[in-house]
């Protein structure tokens, strides 16, 4: 599974200024409404780690269940050199769905801890016109041009089949930052009166500070979800180029969860709670985030 991992447009996406309030801190409390907002995106999440013929059939238990509505019109991958994913329409908020498999917290520390892994340049055949400062980790980039392609295809297939009006990414570790990556990709190759909407969970660090600016710029529906401890957020660190994006909503506990502004440094956001893997705890990656754990197929 590890291994994975080991221009049209006639104006160019130059990067957006890389200056970021990393000098101030904001948190919010987060309302009991909106976290509980957060579940059902938690549920594809999870559900993303079942095979394609599981998710082809929507036979995942409770988290099928509990988005009983939902009709997926694609899913692939093999769990080992192309990740799981499905795609499909969600009627309750007539949106697009697509979520990505993740990967075993102790396997993707080992790649994201490595200073050997690069960042690159945007493919401008998939993402058109984007400035070549902006760049994103290299496997996380050839992980995502492996399916890019007929995930968009299925993607405007569906907006076209149920005259959808957003499209929504999601995914939990490795599959986290694969719909980082993706909801940049869809707002690039899509109409732009087509709503892109993210919510990840477990989420590393996906590309250098120009990457961070241009996603800011296109997507502004993006929560990125980290429990408690959970060390993967805090990786690939600042010292080998890394930058987050926007949009921390941190569970500080089972009944304080916070937004958080960016890589913020206040004392209830991943950054500080978290300042180094030594102090965190990797099984905090599998949550639970809103009462699921995420990571292996629901019975």
């Not at 006639?10 to 200024?17: D, G, L």
């Not at 970021?20 to 780690?49: C, G, H, N, W």
């Not at 995930?151 to 959808?164: C, D, F, G, H, R």
């Not at 991943?270 to 893997?277: A, D, E, G, M, R």
Request: net charge negative; proline share 5%; glycine share 8%.
């Amino acid at each position: 599974m590890l291994a994975c991992i080991l221009q049209v447009a006639a104006v160019s996406y130059r990067a957006p200024s890389a200056m970021r309030r990393a000098d101030v801190s904001v948190v919010t409390q987060m309302s009991s409404t909106d976290v509980a907002d957060l579940k059902p995106y938690a549920e594809f999440a999870r559900i993303a780690y079942c095979s394609p013929l599981i998710v082809g059939s929507w036979s995942c238990g409770k988290s099928c269940e509990a988005l009983s509505d939902f009709k997926v019109s694609l899913t692939g991958g093999n769990d080992n050199s192309i990740q799981y994913y499905y795609v499909g329409y969600w009627p309750t908020k007539n949106t697009v769905v697509v979520a990505h498999e993740g990967t075993d917290p102790t396997s993707i520390l080992a790649v994201l801890t490595d200073a050997n892994g690069l960042v690159e340049h945007l493919d401008s055949t998939l993402f058109p016109g984007v400035d070549r400062s902006i760049k994103v980790h290299s496997g996380f980039a050839d992980e995502h041009a492996k399916t890019a392609s007929a995930i968009l295809t299925e993607v405007k297939s569906l907006i076209s089949q149920y005259n959808a009006t957003s499209v929504t990414l999601v995914g939990h570790s490795l599959g986290a930052a694969l719909a980082e990556i993706e909801c940049v990709f869809m707002a690039l190759n899509l109409p732009s009166h087509i709503t892109i909407k993210g919510v990840t969970f477990g989420t590393p660090r996906v590309g250098n500070p120009a990457w961070a600016a241009l996603f800011d710029s296109l997507v502004s529906d993006f929560k990125r979800v980290n429990h408690k401890k959970d060390i993967v957020p805090i990786v690939p660190g600042p010292e080998l180029g890394y930058s987050h994006v926007h949009g921390e909503v941190h569970i500080v506990s089972d009944d304080q969860v916070v937004l958080c502004d960016d890589d913020s440094t206040d004392d209830q956001c991943t950054v500080k709670s978290v300042p180094n893997i030594f102090e965190g705890n990797v099984l905090d990656h599998l949550g639970p985030y809103q009462g699921i754990y995420i990571g292996y197929c629901p019975p």
